[in-house]
Every structure is written in C-alpha cells, then in structure tokens.
C-alpha cells in the first residue's frame, strides 16, 4: 500500500471512528428519515445514512476528497492502485452464485438429509443442522459462501414464517459468531487465516490440530445452547415448507434438473478454487451469467443489487482500513499472548478481523503463541458487528429486511452474539 503522510493517516483513522460509530447508528437515521413525507429530500437523505451497507463507503469517499485535495488528485489515484479489492469483488461474486435456486436447493437437500439422521422432531433438527453444517462448510467453500448460504436458508425457512424478534437476533448473532469461527478447519477459507497461513506454514494438519476441532466444538455447543433455549417456539415451525420453490405469484416453479445443479456446482468450485485471481473469477462469473440466463426458467431473481451493496461496504472497509496501521501495529506487538488474545478479540469488533491478522504476518519476531492469540482472537471477535469480518456484510444484507423498517440493530447485534463469543473465547483460550 502507498505510504501516506502522518496528517493523513490521522484524518483517515478520524473517518474510521466516524464510520464505526455511524454504523451504530443507521437505525436512529432509519427512524429520523421516517418522520418527513415519502420522497422528500429529508426522508431520502436520512434513509440513505440508515443503510448499514454504505457507511464505510460514504466515509471512505470523504477521505478520497480530502486526499485529492490536499495531496492532488494523482497521489489519490496512486493510493487506490496500492490497494486489493479482489476480497470485496470475490464476496459480490460468490453472493450472486450462491443466491441462486440451484446452489439454494442442492444446499436445502444436504441439510435436510442431515437433519433427518437426528432424532428430534423436524424444525428443531433444520435449525440445528444449518447453524452447525453451514458455517463449517464454510472451511471448504470458503466463509462468505457459507454466508450467503446458510443465510438464505435461515431465511426462507425461519425468519419468513414470522419468528419472534429475540430468535431472529440470536439466530443472527450465532451464525455470525458460528461462520468466523467454522472457517478455520483449513487454511484457505477464513479471510483471517488466509492473510497468515502461507507465511507463518500453517498447513491443514496446523490447522485441524490447534484450531479445527475448537471451533466444531465452539460451533456444536453454541448452537446447542440457543436451539435448547428457543425449542418451543422451533416446535412450532413448519421447517419443510420452502417458500424458495414457488415463483412470486405462489405458482409452483420447475423442478430444477440435475444437470443443471451440477452445473452450477461446477462454477462455485471454480470460482473457490481461484477466489484470490481477480480477473480470473470474474471472467468465471460472466460465463455463469451465460448459464444463467439459458436456464432462467429454474431461477429465482439473481441477487445483484444486494452483493453490489456488500461489495461497496467493504471496498469503503479496504480504503479506510489500510492506513489504521500508524496505530495498530506498535498495540499488537507490545503484548503478551493473553493481553493479546483479548485485546484482539476485542479489536475485531471495531476493525476487519483480516486486517489484525495482515499486520500480524509483517512482524518477524512474533512468537509462535502470539501468532496463534492474534488469529485466535480476530476469529472469535468475528461475530460482534457487521464489520469484524468480511462475510458479514452479506448476511446482514439478506436478513436485514426481516427486522422491519428500521432493520437490524447494531447493538441487538452485540448483544445476542456475546455469549456464543464468550462460548468460543473460552475454547479458543491460549492455555499453552
């Protein structure tokens, strides 16, 4: 990345903590902006800062202006080249791939097979099945893959039937707490474990060994916990009704064919297998439109505008992010493994978890148990805010318009995702 003046390294983290709190407050925008007339300027103005997705894009087009003013435009084109938005273009495209009634109903078998294996009565064995089976699926086809979906399906089959709002929040709280941590059974999908695995060697037996089996055990407990907590209300769902197999009219769709699943199949692995070629997997994903539209009459609506939205929120997270380091590496590299531990896990809430770990990969003296307490601890913070990690945006995406006009609360957010936090920090723990 391009190296930046002091003063604007400042002003950059000053538009940081500005979007950091902004994002705690989209839902009293989205209350403001109800009080003026539908359509006028304030209703719309006010609207616009209540969408959790262009916060950090909104401040980060502030800290572009000030750049370009202060430093003249070509040193602000010089500073968007340094950066790598092949993450924020990766989650848009496997958002898409991933929304579409194929994957959606290959995923939806896979989970009903499982679920049918459990000898508990139908709902509670689908929400326990898609909150465990999903986010670990997650260290296969990648993290925001299993966001997106592991998100629709919760989705189509709990937040549609009208769940009450306390299960919508642990529901939304566990799986975010559940996908940073489910990715970390290898070392290619959590964005996290990415930024270090190659440089610090940590193949899949490192993985498995100090990291796999804590975050199964994180997972299975977690969901446990909040599926026992809310079985009477789950009882009561029909979790074998798919609204995701009729048309918006209510008439009965296709029947998807098999070619055409593995079809789409065939893409989504491709896509995986070069999520870090830009060019590569965009080329993939233009193809994939092709077979798209040739088999339009078993799809539902291609998600388009919600991935552009995500990958907006987190182009905004990559030109506010990077200049944070003046700051967070002299604070990660001055503590011990349980301070660091901590103090990362608590970081992650405010910062990506990817950027804690990234920082961590440029220090050569740090320990062996610092580098696990650094990327430990950004996996279990991973959960508290749509910001802490990548897949996140992509989840509050689709489940926000469930929550109602005012959409999900960042602090009801937090809140129902500290105990499974406080679940997987404990297993997590650096006891060595």
Same mark, same amino acid.
């Given at each position: 990345m391009l190296e930046l003046t002091q003063t604007t390294q400042y002003v950059a983290t000053a538009c940081?903590?500005?979007?950091?709190?902004?994002?705690?407050?989209?839902?009293?925008?989205?209350?403001l902006a109800a009080r003026?007339?539908?359509?006028?300027?304030?209703?719309?103005?006010?609207?616009?800062?209540?969408?959790?997705?262009?916060?950090?894009?909104?401040?980060?087009?502030?800290?572009l202006a000030f750049l370009a003013g202060t430093e003249g435009k070509n040193q602000m084109r010089e500073y968007m080249l340094s950066l790598n938005f092949t993450e924020p273009g990766f989650v848009f495209v496997i958002l898409a791939v991933c929304s579409t009634r194929p994957i959606l109903h290959a995923a939806s078998a896979l989970m009903d097979t499982l679920a049918r294996l459990l000898p508990l009565p139908k709902p509670i064995a689908a929400y326990w099945v898609t909150l465990v089976a999903g986010p670990l699926l997650g260290s296969f086809i990648t993290e925001p893959a299993?966001?997106?979906?592991?998100?629709?399906?919760?989705?189509?089959?709990?937040?549609?039937?009208?769940?009450?709002?306390?299960?919508?929040?642990?529901?939304?709280?566990?799986l975010f707490v559940n996908i940073s941590i489910g990715g970390t059974l290898t070392p290619f999908a959590a964005p996290p474990v990415l930024m270090v695995a190659a440089k610090w060697n940590w193949?899949?037996?490192?993985?498995?060994?100090?990291?796999?089996?804590?975050?199964?055990l994180a997972v299975v407990i977690s969901t446990t916990f909040v599926t026992f907590r809310f079985r009477k209300e789950l009882v009561r769902l029909d979790a074998e009704a798919r609204p995701e197999a009729r048309? +918006?009219? *209510?008439?009965?769709? /296709?029947?998807?064919? %098999?070619?055409? !699943?593995?079809?789409?199949? &065939?893409? =989504? $692995? #491709?896509?995986?297998?070069?999520?870090?070629?830009?060019?590569?997997?965009?080329?993939?994903?233009?193809?994939?439109?092709?077979?798209?539209?040739?088999?339009?009459?078993?799809?539902?609506?291609?998600?388009l505008r919600e991935g552009?939205?995500?990958?907006?929120?987190?182009?905004?997270?990559?030109?506010?992010?990077?200049?944070?380091?003046?700051?967070?590496?002299?604070?990660?590299?001055?503590?011990?493994?349980?301070?660091?531990?901590?103090?990362?896990a608590a970081l992650t809430a405010f910062t990506d978890n990817a950027a804690l770990t990234y920082l961590?990969?440029?220090?050569?003296?740090?320990?062996?148990?610092?580098?696990?307490?650094?990327?430990?601890?950004?996996?279990?913070?991973?959960?508290?805010?749509?910001?802490?990690?990548?897949?996140? +945006?992509? *989840?509050?995406?689709? /489940?926000?318009?469930? %929550?109602?006009? !005012?959409?999900?609360?960042? &602090?009801? =957010? $937090? #809140?129902?995702?500290?105990?499974?936090?406080?679940?997987a920090l404990a297993i997590f723990w650096p006891w060595g």
């Open positions: 940081f903590s500005l979007a950091i709190l902004h994002t705690f407050l989209v839902k009293r925008f989205q209350t003026y007339p539908q359509g006028s300027v304030g209703e719309n103005f006010f609207h616009l800062l209540g969408e959790v997705e262009i916060v950090f894009g909104f401040w980060a087009g502030i800290f299993a966001m997106t979906v592991t998100a629709l399906i919760l989705l189509d089959r709990f937040y549609s039937r009208g769940i009450s709002s306390r299960l919508m929040y642990a529901t939304l709280g566990l193949d899949l037996s490192y993985m498995l060994a100090n990291f796999g089996w804590k975050a199964v048309a +918006p009219g *209510g008439a009965k769709k /296709l029947r998807v064919p %098999f070619w055409v !699943t593995l079809a789409h199949l &065939g893409f =989504l $692995a #491709l896509i995986v297998v070069f999520a870090h070629d830009l060019v590569i997997f965009a080329g993939l994903f233009f193809f994939f439109l092709g077979l798209y539209t040739v088999t339009q009459e078993y799809q539902t609506e291609l998600k552009m939205l995500v990958m907006f929120f987190l182009g905004g997270l990559v030109m506010l992010g990077g200049p944070q380091r003046w700051w967070l590496e002299p604070l990660l590299t001055q503590l011990s493994t349980v301070p660091l531990y901590l103090g990362a961590g990969a440029q220090v050569p003296t740090l320990a062996m148990e610092a580098r696990y307490a650094l990327v430990a601890g950004a996996v279990v913070g991973g959960g508290m805010t749509v910001i802490a990690n990548a897949p996140n +945006p992509a *989840g509050f995406g689709i /489940l926000n318009r469930s %929550f109602g006009e !005012t959409g999900i609360s960042p &602090g009801g =957010l $937090a #809140l129902s995702a500290l105990s499974p936090t406080l679940i």
